[in-house]
Every structure is written in structure tokens, then in C-alpha cells.
């Protein structure tokens, strides 16, 4: 009796099918115990778009305080970064990179990518503590996000395979 046909070996890394990114560029300004936060979430390209947008808004906005920034890029969201731009450490960068990361575009999927937030703050005169400002950033973030009109982008992939035509059907779920 003849061995049966080994299991197609063929392996790729899979990465999602499709992504949300943010439809334009969006602005939302909120004020906390007088300080002001005016948040900007958009989509960019690459790293560099998204440090030119933080340089725009900083020239744009030389009277703030801070200009603290968060971004995602790329479809596995492997590529990440977060400024704090003076506030204490781990009190706004971090706290907007969460709440982008975090952010459920449906239910039960966090997808959200090449989506940069900067968030302009004006001091209003009273402390917010860092747990004020964790708060505040995200929230600032959140808001902005609930707001944004999202896309969905897929992506679509052509194989050609060849194969014996006994093989065809499981090579056919293999690639599935």
C-alpha cells in the first residue's frame, strides 16, 4: 500500500487581513481644571510624517506648554512610539499610545494603525498629579478617537500555485 501524500509544508507569517486607520485629521479640545488639551489624531504614513505633523503642531503652537505625541504604524502595529515632551515621565505619551492601542474599532478587534495623536496642553495654574495627567491625556485621546471617522483598509494578496490535481484541494485549505 502506497504511503499516503505528506501535508503540504508550505508556512507564511499571516498578518491581518484589513485595518482601521483614521479618515483626515481630526482636532478636539477639552479643558481640565483650566488647563487646556487640544487633540490632533490623523493618519500618517511613516515615522517621519508623523514626527513633521509633532514639529507643525510645536511651531504652530509655541505658547504651550507641552506638545506630547503617540503613534502606531504599520499593519502588524509593530512599529510604536510615545513622547512625554517634558511632563513627568509615563504621564502622557504612554497613557495615548494605550488608549490608541486599546482602542476596539468593532467589537473584539483592536486594529487601529498608521494613526499618529498629539496633544497640545496649556497649564491653566493648577496641578493635575500624575494620576490627573494619565487621565487627562487619555481621556483627551479617547475622546479624539470616539470622534474620528475610521476606514477600513484591506489587504488583497494573488498566489499562484501549482499543484497536482490530487493535491490541489489540500494545498486550497492550506492557503486558506
Not at 515615522?47 to 510645536?58: D, I, P, Y
Not at 489587504?155 to 497536482?164: D, N
Request: aromatic content about 4%.
Amino acid at each position: 500500500m502506497p504511503d499516503p501524500a505528506p501535508a503540504p509544508t508550505a508556512r507564511c507569517t499571516v498578518l491581518p487581513a484589513s485595518a482601521r486607520d483614521p479618515d483626515g485629521w481630526l482636532e478636539r479640545e477639552v479643558e481640565i481644571r483650566r488647563s487646556r488639551f487640544l487633540t490632533y489624531l490623523g493618519r500618517v504614513e511613516d515615522e517621519a510624517q508623523a514626527r513633521e505633523m509633532v514639529a507643525v503642531l510645536r511651531r504652530r503652537h509655541h505658547d504651550a506648554r507641552h506638545v506630547c505625541s503617540a503613534f502606531v504604524l504599520g499593519p502588524a502595529r509593530d512599529r510604536m512610539r510615545s513622547s512625554d515632551d517634558g511632563e513627568p515621565a509615563g504621564t502622557a505619551g504612554v497613557p495615548m499610545l494605550e488608549a490608541v492601542l486599546q482602542r476596539e474599532t468593532a467589537p473584539g478587534r483592536t486594529d487601529l494603525t498608521d494613526v499618529c495623536a498629539v496633544v497640545v496642553r496649556w497649564f491653566g495654574g493648577i496641578k493635575l498629579g500624575a494620576g490627573g495627567l494619565v487621565r487627562a491625556y487619555s481621556d483627551s485621546v479617547s475622546g479624539a478617537l470616539d470622534a474620528a471617522p475610521l476606514r477600513t483598509r484591506s489587504r488583497l494578496a494573488l498566489l499562484a500555485v501549482e499543484a497536482p490535481h490530487t493535491d490541489a484541494g489540500r494545498w486550497e485549505n492550506e492557503l486558506r
